[in-house]
């Protein structure tokens, strides 16, 4: 007999207005992961027994409500933030008793870069910060062609976020913030981090780091998201009738 394929969870395109993720008495269309990856979930729990994992994301969820003013008033509650990621970030380092704080950043932010240094140090941590061009390391070892580098003709160092994870590593940072690294760079910062990381800021060349405002102009501006393919080196228009 056949296995039943196992539909991926599509949470992204859910309508269902009580949605069983949220509501008790709830439901979900067929692909909910709710419902259909239960034991998932179930044997995911077990990983906050762990108590340096169940501290952290204690911390983390009580962070995530005092984001709020006014929680306490009648319903219903309209959500009214008060606090930037900036000051969350040093809230939550502060619940857990972080003392060194690692900076993985972009050299296209060193200035953005020592500005957040000096408030950090000013609220009390150590900082260690280190730049994406650390080691002075040739693109030319990942085995990029001239004509691939951003500026052709020219030595460029490679960003090595694996470098930057390992010297945080031996400095024994508490807690890493990830600032403006490149897409993959980022992934990679994450895979080789001893410590658990944050994003701080997301890299967006064109938007001043605001990725969502593509999304949120995909219908005007930024229209050629839905309307072109984009392939490995660039994108190939395909044509889609305007509605």
Do not use: W
């Not at 309209?78 to 690692?102: C, D, H, S, W």
């Not at 990942?142 to 031996?170: W, Y």
């Amino acid at each position: 007999m056949k296995k039943k394929t196992l539909k991926p969870p599509q949470c992204a395109e859910c309508d269902v207005k009580n949605k069983i993720c949220t509501k008790e008495d709830g439901h979900g269309p067929d692909f909910c992961p709710t419902i259909n990856l239960s034991s998932v979930v179930k044997e995911s729990l077990l990983e906050y027994q762990r108590p340096e994992i169940k501290e952290f994301a204690l911390y983390a969820t009580i962070q995530e409500g005092e984001c709020y003013a006014n929680r306490g008033q009648q319903h219903p509650y309209v959500l009214y933030p008060v606090k930037t990621r900036i000051q969350e970030t040093i809230e939550f380092a502060n619940k857990l008793e972080f003392k060194r704080i690692g900076i993985a950043f972009c050299g296209g932010l060193r200035n953005e870069a020592r500005i957040l240094s000096e408030i950090l140090k000013d609220q009390g941590f150590e900082v260690a910060s280190v730049i994406c061009m650390v080691g002075r390391t040739p693109k030319e070892f990942l085995g990029i062609r001239e004509d691939q580098k951003v500026c052709v003709g020219e030595f460029e160092s490679m960003c090595s976020p694996i470098a930057q994870a390992k010297i945080l590593n031996e400095v024994k940072t508490d807690f890493n913030i990830i600032f403006g690294l490149c897409v993959g760079h980022d992934s990679l910062f994450m895979r080789y981090s001893d410590a658990l990381c944050t994003t701080l800021v997301t890299k967006d060349r064109v938007t001043g780091h605001n990725p969502i405002a593509a999304l949120n102009l995909h219908s005007s501006y930024y229209k050629r998201l839905k309307k072109e393919r984009f392939k490995k080196g660039g994108c190939v228009k395909v044509m889609v009738e305007e509605e």
